[in-house]
């Protein structure tokens, strides 16, 4: 047991409850990504009030043919003005639509760019508390949610607002009894739409939740695919994904019912009144209140309403859609991050020679709730030479290296490179200068030349020719079919475990690091390419110094000093022969663990 702590099986982390934002903070976030476009959209919603502006002069062009028509007049050159508002009216309109769905897909474009920064920021106990397919998912759909609300929503509720007002007005100027009659209707079933507006949040927020549980189960799938094929479990993870797949359809479904409602009870508003106004309003024409013509205008009018409430309804769904996704992007915006500091200036003299690593009575623990991984570790390694790493498994040998990367912080006590604390250090400095080879040698997806030069993409090709042939990969590169541009598959699948190892220290080393943390970074390798990596990292250990995890009696015997721990606490520190005669645990562990050698073996 290594100390490190489980990710959650939830998609939120530490199994907390999904952030449910309030109103206020839901429109400070909205703001926040509408603001750098505001301009654009104002000119989109100015196209589009053109547009209602012409809808409206429809009716009372409508009124005057009818009582032209009834004057025995003429009416082309109405009929020419009715044709020229709709065909202005609708261009206009048009370019208004394509204005704002331009400027939707920017506000999704610049959320997914801070985000993807954000989230490859992250400090690692961030990463290891939250599952990474959630992750991705509020990077991907949670964002397309927000293209809807940022753009359409403000502006349909803007407009629509407009539009509406605009329109009672001129319905209040033909005939107040009439309006009275439609307002009852519509404020009487718009109050009905409201209480379905929150359900419509619910269960999107449920469903994106249950979206991220999708890409979560499937990275974790993908992430171990020849051990899921190799256990027979295919038809149980497909029925994970498939009950989380599930899940979002029922909330989907659930949300679907609420819009539909709400959509349905903007239609019903409009038949109900115009059934009213059909009514009252034949009374009143009959009665000589009217004129015939300003109830088929009020009816012209009514009709025409059914676009601004459906815009108001519209807006308010996709708000209620749009919070819960807005939520979740602000809460992954919470999680903590990285401050990289200022990459030094070109001008700037960098540090040169080996670096030095002292640790001063660290403590640390991954978490509050679990126990203490280092008990006041202290060793110093003065550099440039080779300084081995040696305990039983969960001992916190690679949790040394953790701490000097500063993917976490000591909780006690401080770890010092060159003298200096690495919390004093700006991180693009500090890792600069370090060379790391993890434990599982991760290789990424793409060219090998791509995984080669991903520590130092301005290296030379002469630099990259001499650093394959110290990591005994010229062979392979020359078998490959096409060299070094060959596509290595997803994780260096295509690879065998020690060619990544090969290829995880050929990239260590391509970076020309000060100091060079090696975890077990020879565990899969054959004896002839160990023993040759062997003396390629002892002759880089006269000029750099390195740090290695060790298990195998081979590499511990050539190492200038050696950290024995144990339980989290340094135990003893010396050659291999010193601790062979002087430390029990090494000697039990030189004896058994390391291969069964002899001490002083090579």
Not at 182 to 189: F, M, P, R
Request: glycine share 8%; net charge neutral.
């Amino acid at each position: 047991m290594t100390g490190k702590p489980a990710r959650s099986s939830a998609g939120t982390p530490d199994d907390k409850p999904p952030v449910k934002l309030p109103a206020r903070q839901t429109w400070r976030a909205l703001y926040t990504h509408f603001r750098p476009h505001r301009w654009t959209v104002a000119l989109g919603a100015s196209f589009a009030l053109v547009g209602t502006v012409s809808g409206l002069a429809q009716p009372l062009a409508a009124k005057t043919l009818v009582d032209r028509l009834g004057e025995d007049e003429s009416i082309t050159a109405i009929l020419l003005l009715l044709t020229a508002l709709v065909v202005v009216g609708t261009a206009i309109e048009a370019v208004g639509a394509y204005i704002l769905e331009r400027t939707a897909e920017s506000v999704v474009l610049a959320a997914r760019r801070s985000l993807i920064g954000r989230l490859l920021r992250l400090r690692l106990p961030e990463v290891e508390r939250t599952q990474p397919g959630d992750l991705m998912s509020r990077v991907t759909s949670d964002t397309t949610l927000l293209r809807a609300v940022t753009t359409q929503s403000i502006v349909s509720a803007a407009t629509g607002g407009l539009a509406f007002v605009a329109t009672v007005v001129m319905m209040g100027v033909m005939d107040a009894v009439l309006l009275g009659v439609t307002l009852g209707v519509i404020v009487l079933i718009g109050g009905c739409v409201a209480l379905v507006m929150p359900k419509i949040a619910q269960a999107t927020r449920r469903s994106q939740e249950a979206v991220g549980e999708i890409s979560t189960v499937l990275e974790r799938a993908f992430g171990a695919f020849r051990t899921l094929k190799a256990s027979g479990a295919e038809e149980r993870e497909t029925e994970i994904v498939a009950k989380a797949a599930r899940e979002a359809w029922r909330h989907g479904i659930r949300s679907a019912k609420w819009q539909s409602v709400a959509w349905s009870s903007v239609g019903l508003a409009v038949q109900v009144s115009f059934l009213a106004v059909l009514g009252i309003g034949g009374a009143r024409v009959a009665s000589g209140a009217i004129s015939v013509s300003t109830l088929v205008a009020f009816l012209l009018f009514l009709f025409y309403l059914i676009d601004p409430v459906s815009r108001l309804v519209e807006a308010a769904s996709q708000y209620q859609v749009g919070s819960a996704a807005i939520a979740r992007i602000v809460e992954a915006e919470r999680l903590e991050t990285e401050e990289l500091g200022k990459a030094p200036a070109a001008s700037a003299v960098a540090p040169t020679g080996p670096a030095s690593v002292v640790f001063e009575d660290v403590t640390f623990r991954y978490r509050d709730e679990l126990p203490y991984v280092h008990h006041g570790v202290s060793f110093a390694v003065p550099g440039p030479g080779m300084t081995a790493f040696v305990g039983p498994s969960g001992a916190g040998k690679t949790t040394v290296f953790g701490l000097i990367e500063r993917f976490y912080e000591p909780t006690g006590g401080r770890v010092l490179l060159d003298g200096r604390d690495v919390r004093d250090w700006p991180l693009t400095q500090l890792r600069a200068a370090i060379g790391y080879v993890e434990q599982d040698a991760p290789v990424l997806a793409g060219t090998l030349r791509e995984n080669l030069v991903f520590a130092a993409p301005d290296a030379t090709e002469e630099q990259i020719q001499d650093v394959l042939v110290r990591a005994r990969l010229d062979t392979l590169v020359r078998r490959l079919p096409d060299g070094l541009e060959t596509l290595v598959g997803h994780r260096g699948s295509k690879l065998s475990g020690g060619e990544r190892q090969r290829v995880a220290i050929a990239r260590a080393l391509l970076r020309r690091p000060r100091l060079l943390l090696l975890d077990e970074a020879t565990s899969q390798l054959d004896a002839v390419n160990e023993m040759a990596l062997r003396d390629v990292v002892t002759e880089v250990s006269r000029e750099v110094t390195v740090l290695v995890v060790a298990h195998r009696l081979s590499t511990v015997t050539l190492a200038d000093r050696i950290v024995v721990m144990d339980a989290g606490k340094v135990r003893a520190v010396g050659t291999h022969a010193e601790l062979v005669a002087g430390d029990p645990l090494y000697g039990e562990l030189a004896a058994t663990q390391f291969l069964a050698s002899a001490p002083g073996a090579p």
